[in-house]
């Protein structure tokens, strides 16, 4: 089946530092990628779906400004937290789907814990 | 209201049980519909699709009812290795791309 990886596997930073995170579709390309937000005990929470060579489009609460998202090609869509604080620490996992084909390839998540 | 709406459990059976979940979902226009399994700190992975005629993979099947909005998963002779969060989902097409809406999970312990 379709691969889709994100590195790196987990991050730990200090609270006003930057991360970025990518997401890269390793057999197919990926018209679309979405990233998703998950706490503990919680469900996945989209943040944002962007297309390649487009602007992401952002869910409601979620800070475009804070959460840059860059999708340059059909493989590879990358997920900044800005500035980011303790609140943002989360696992984050990010999707890849194929255009007009039904369900999504996630990748293995990135676990951000911010000090 | 939420999208997509699933008991949270926790269901604890023991081996060798059957366990049915149950999901409902809000938006008429959903079109295809999914159940996801994902493992405590890893990430979701395709269990089975679900279609209107219901459909079986082994010992799990899988109904939709897009009269009453619902949807279930029969979870026949559980095995310890089914212990996981099981994640109903929806899918509807919008501008040709996948808007997918999860449901919060309903965590299945399997006992010896």
């Known amino acids: 089946g379709a691969v889709v990886s994100q590195h790196p596997s987990w991050v730990i930073c200090k609270s006003g530092t930057s991360v970025k995170i990518e997401c890269r579709s390793l057999?197919?390309?990926?018209?679309?990628m979405f990233w998703y937000r998950q706490f503990p005990k919680q469900s996945l929470m989209l943040m944002a779906t962007s297309n390649e060579g487009s602007k992401a489009t952002y869910e409601q609460g979620v800070e475009k400004d804070k959460f840059l998202i860059n999708h340059a090609s059909l493989t590879l869509s990358t997920l900044t937290v800005t500035s980011a604080h303790p609140e943002d620490s989360s696992f984050y996992i990010c999707?890849?789907?194929?255009?007009?084909?039904?369900?999504?390839?996630f990748g293995p998540g990135t676990r951000l814990t911010v000090l | 209201r939420k999208e997509v709406e699933q008991d949270p459990g926790p269901f604890n059976v023991p081996e060798g049980a059957t366990v049915a979940f149950n999901c409902t979902y809000s938006n008429s226009a959903s079109q295809s519909f999914f159940w996801y399994r994902q493992d405590c700190r890893k990430e979701p992975k395709l269990l089975m699709s679900?279609?209107?005629s219901g459909n079986e993979d082994g010992r799990f099947t899988a109904q939709l009812n897009r009269a009453s909005q619902y949807i279930s998963l029969l979870i026949r002779d559980s095995k310890l290795s089914d212990s996981a969060t099981y994640l109903c989902v929806v899918n509807f097409l919008v501008d040709n791309n996948n808007d997918m809406r999860f449901g919060a999970g309903t965590r299945l312990t399997v006992k010896p």
């Open positions: 999707s890849a789907s194929l255009l007009g084909t039904k369900g999504q390839y």
């Open positions: 679900v279609y209107s």
């Open positions: 057999d197919f390309q990926a018209t679309t």
